[in-house]
């Protein structure tokens, strides 16, 4: 009979303990998953910020635009009128062929017209010529309308020998149109004037014409051929 020993079972104090080996980390356990969360707030509310001051600029652009369109619009409306009035000198050999002309090519009438004009005096000798400032004034100019004055009678009117080499020259036009504004043209442009009633150059005589001249129809009326 053969005597087989018992297999020695362990004891809780013997039993041996596995080692589990540990792999490589995954890539996606290595990122700081809570740190990027906060890099893409961050990023998105710069690109936020960045939208916003873009549009702002924008809108704020458009606008400017806008008010510049209708400062213009305004300004163009208000020009309307006094743009279609003109004054102008034509020569000739003689007095009675040298003109001056003021010319109404808008629809409406004219008021407070005042034109300024020199008289230019040569001396004799080698003197310089004398300037004189003096204005005429009338009361209005109808729509479409033209007024001719022959330098003759301008120095008639100043009571200027004919014996005397002078000539008139254009200076200013001052006028009202038919809102009120006062505007001032010369050879520098048109341009809205506050001197109403104020001569434009020291020493002014004022000038009356025993008979202004009757006003003719324009050629032209209102940018249309009449």
């Known amino acids: 009979m053969r005597v087989r020993l018992a297999r020695q079972r362990p004891t809780p104090d013997r039993v041996r303990g596995r080692v589990r080996e540990v792999g490589p980390e995954r890539w996606w356990?290595?990122?700081?998953?809570?740190?990027?969360?906060?890099?893409?707030?961050?990023?998105a509310a710069i690109g936020s910020l960045i939208f916003t001051g873009v549009a702002t600029y924008y809108g704020a652009a458009v606008s400017k635009d806008r008010l510049e369109q209708s400062r213009e619009a305004t300004q163009r409306e208000s020009r309307s009128q006094a743009s279609h009035v003109s004054f102008w000198s034509e020569g000739g050999p003689h007095r009675a062929q040298r003109t001056v002309h003021v010319m109404n090519r808008s629809p409406d009438p004219i008021t407070g017209i005042t034109l300024s004009l020199l008289l230019v005096t040569q001396q004799r000798g080698e003197d310089p010529a004398v300037l004189e400032p003096f204005q005429l004034t009338f009361p209005n100019l109808g729509p479409c309308k033209e007024m001719v004055l022959t330098e003759e009678t301008l120095l008639s009117?100043?009571?200027?020998?004919?014996?005397?080499?002078?000539?008139?020259?254009?200076?200013?036009?001052?006028?009202?149109?038919?809102?009120?504004?006062t505007w001032r043209r010369a050879d520098d442009g048109l341009e809205e004037s506050r001197q109403i009633g104020?001569?434009?150059?020291?020493?002014?005589?004022e000038v009356t014409l025993d008979a202004p001249p009757a006003p003719k129809r324009a050629a032209m009326c209102d940018g249309g051929t009449t």
């Open 157 to 181: 009117a100043l009571d200027v020998s004919q014996q005397r080499p002078s000539e008139v020259q254009l200076s200013i036009l001052n006028f009202t149109d038919g809102d009120g504004r």
């Open 29 to 43: 356990h290595r990122i700081r998953w809570a740190h990027i969360g906060g890099v893409l707030g961050a990023v």
């Open 198 to 205: 104020e001569p434009d150059f020291p020493g002014t005589s």
